[in-house]
């Protein structure tokens, strides 16, 4: 797995700086003002810094923006971050500040001299998660990222952040390595593998094979994998932390490891993209790990569903009529509509196994969500607004785009079947409106739940705030942060 560079806080020492290697980041308010460890610089620079900061070029920097500076003068870092920024910045402001420094680091060294600039720890969140690259498959970049080192005026005020830090970031990189792995490493198999592995953090970890999946009934999960030589899995991943006997928080993954469409088969151009049709599944996995190295006081038990959808000889077709471990039987119109037979399955064991608090279930669903929110937010559905409300809330404290769609009845009767209890796709017209309608169908009336169509957000063309183009690990700081304003307290 992809590790976040080591990050450590630590007392400032004027008389390091000069002798700092790799790259070094620098502060400056936005009306040019230095502080302690920026006069500093600016002496060893020769005024440089204070040149730079009285320029055009920095008066037309945002604030949160960093000017590269290549072999600064007077000092043996290669390079120099400056980075415009008040001492009291808002989150907002830190966070992207960090990211622009993570997006420079590379495998350097990086060197922040922070002082006494508040709101550290968001700019040591956002450097960490910008700083990721998936380089697993590259055999000529595989060169370890060095630390981070925050040089602060009170450096014992922020023990434990580092690790709480950490935690989040390792649960976003677990989520964007998944979610990046081709499909012909990441089978349902090394998934589940890879899920077991977190058993060495205190997570209870089981896996339901094919043979258990029968006896439970999940037939229309099994119903998508049947045309795969990859065996279907249900993989439950529990965390105890909270008071023994308090029902859990659960969390649903879609975990299609690769989707060729089935019998009704995709159009070969972008397909290659669909490595990324277990990225509910991974986000799952991410949030699961941040509570375990965190120690978070909650209980949480996170499902997902792993198959692959594959055209073969047994594979099922359109027309075919399936039972759900809940006994509703469903028309398969479409094998392309998949993930909503393998979360209808997963959701139903939940609630039985369980008896959650609520539960949240996330699938890279439905193209439809794109054509209504881009790739700027993921789609939410929900039938409990309290539940809602407070997850809106953790999503815009993160910068995690996410937006209410409705769910409503009147959607029901594109879904009706002549032949059996409903259909599995509802044509063109409110497509993710109507995915969620289905899912609906599999939760328990008096049931809190959130369903979370990704397809937009998971995974982009391009970089986003914290992230290179690619797997993005949206998810994992929201549900993370759910759980601690809305369980932890």
């Given at each position: 797995?992809?590790?976040?560079?080591?990050?450590?806080?630590?007392?400032?020492?004027?008389?390091?700086?000069?002798?700092?290697?790799?790259?070094?980041?620098?502060?400056?308010?936005?009306?040019?003002?230095?502080?302690?460890?920026?006069?500093?610089?600016?002496?060893?620079?020769?005024?440089?810094?204070?040149r730079f900061a009285e320029s055009a070029a920095f008066n037309d920097?945002?604030?949160?923006?960093?000017?590269?500076?290549?072999?600064?003068?007077?000092m043996v870092a290669e390079w120099l971050n400056v980075v415009k920024l008040?001492?009291?910045?808002?989150?907002?402001?830190?966070?992207?500040?960090?990211?622009?420094?993570?997006?420079?680091k590379?495998?350097?060294?990086?060197?922040?001299?922070?002082?006494?600039?508040k709101q550290v720890t968001h700019v040591a969140l956002g450097a960490t998660l910008r700083a990721y690259a998936f380089t697993d498959h590259k055999t000529a970049d595989q060169t370890a990222m060095k630390d981070t080192v925050f040089y602060v005026s009170d450096a014992k005020a922020l023990e434990g952040e580092a690790a709480a830090i950490t935690a989040v970031a390792e649960g976003v990189f677990m989520t964007r390595d998944l979610?990046?792995?081709?499909?012909?490493?990441?089978?349902?198999?090394?998934?589940?593998?890879?899920?077991?592995?977190?058993?060495?953090l205190g997570l209870k970890v089981t896996v339901l094979d094919e043979p258990e999946l029968e006896t439970l009934g999940m037939r229309t999960l099994l119903s998508v994998g049947q045309g795969s030589e990859s065996p279907s899995k249900v993989v439950v991943m529990e965390w105890q932390g909270g008071t023994v006997g308090d029902a859990p928080l659960a969390l649903v993954g879609k975990g299609v490891v690769f989707d060729t469409g089935g019998i009704s088969l995709k159009p070969a151009a972008g397909m290659e993209d669909m490595t990324m049709d277990m990225g509910g599944a991974g986000v799952v996995a991410g949030v699961m790990r941040t509570l375990a190295l965190r120690k978070a006081k909650a209980n949480v038990v996170g499902l997902v569903g792993l198959v692959e959808n594959m055209p073969d000889g047994r594979a099922t077709r359109p027309g075919d009529v399936v039972t759900s471990m809940k006994g509703d039987t469903v028309e398969i119109i479409n094998t392309d509509a998949e993930g909503r037979l393998v979360l209808a399955d997963v959701l139903w064991y939940a609630q039985e196994k369980f008896e959650p608090r609520g539960v949240i279930d996330l699938a890279t669903l439905t193209g439809a969500v794109i054509i209504g929110l881009g790739h700027e937010m993921a789609g939410v559905f929900s039938n409990n607004d309290d539940l809602a409300g407070q997850f809106l809330n953790a999503a815009k404290a993160e910068g995690e785009g996410a937006w209410r769609l409705p769910l409503d009845p009147a959607y029901d009767k594109q879904l009706k079947s002549q032949i059996a209890d409903m259909k599995n796709v509802g044509g063109r017209p409110a497509g993710s409106i109507t995915a969620a309608q289905f899912l609906q169908r599999f939760v328990l009336d008096d049931m809190p739940w959130i369903h979370l169509d990704i397809a937009g957000v998971a995974s982009v063309k391009s970089d986003t705030a914290f992230a290179p183009k690619g797997c993005t690990g949206w998810g994992v700081r929201a549900l993370d942060r759910l759980v601690r304003d809305t369980i932890e307290g």
């Open positions: 797995m992809t590790s976040p560079a080591a990050l450590h806080f630590t007392d400032v020492d004027l008389d390091e700086i000069g002798a700092m290697t790799g790259r070094v980041a620098v502060f400056v308010s936005e009306s040019g003002k230095l502080d302690q460890t920026a006069r500093r610089v600016n002496r060893l620079t020769k005024g440089a810094l204070e920097m945002a604030p949160g923006d960093t000017k590269e500076l290549a072999y600064p003068t007077g008040d001492r009291k910045p808002t989150i907002e402001a830190a966070r992207k500040a960090g990211a622009g420094l993570g997006k420079a590379g495998a350097d060294a990086l060197h922040v001299l922070a002082g006494n600039l979610t990046s792995e081709p499909a012909n490493v990441l089978t349902t198999t090394e998934f589940a593998n890879r899920l077991e592995a977190m058993s060495d």
